[in-house]
């Protein structure tokens, strides 16, 4: 069973837009740093989204900063990171990551994550 799963992935032209989901399983979901990274072919896992299970560390990268929303159901252990007005710069394959407790300062960094999905693939094409 996947610690974190993602979905909700596609191609989609610019301008348009998707919802990704993670489902957080396994353990606690109550007290969790999360994120969402996104990695293009030739290029650094690159943190976009970020935010503490409480709503109290929410944090995006100056890339998507206005158009993407991460936002969670509790009652769903989900989280989801909302992509509008997308470009072909956001193509890539998007990760859920999951570190216990609060959100340190290190939070923009891939290796301070615990818990990695396997990946969503998002294509925008233009």
């Known amino acids: 069973q996947d610690d974190l799963l993602e979905s909700g992935g596609g191609s989609v032209q610019a301008g348009g837009c998707l919802r990704l989901s993670c489902v957080v399983s396994r353990y606690a979901y109550a007290d969790n740093c999360m994120a969402w990274f996104r990695q293009a072919p030739g290029k650094e896992r690159e943190g976009v989204a970020f935010d503490h299970v409480s709503g109290s560390a929410t944090y995006y990268a100056d890339s998507v900063n206005g158009r993407f929303i991460i936002s969670q159901d509790k009652a769903k252990r989900t989280v989801y990171l909302h992509m509008s007005n997308l470009k072909p710069e956001d193509t890539g394959m998007y990760y859920c990551?999951?570190?216990?407790?609060?959100?340190?300062?290190?939070?923009?960094?891939?290796?301070?994550?615990?818990?990695w999905g396997r990946g969503t693939q998002v294509t925008v094409t233009s």
């Open positions: 990551a999951a570190r216990g407790g609060i959100c340190g300062s290190a939070l923009r960094t891939a290796d301070y994550y615990q818990y």
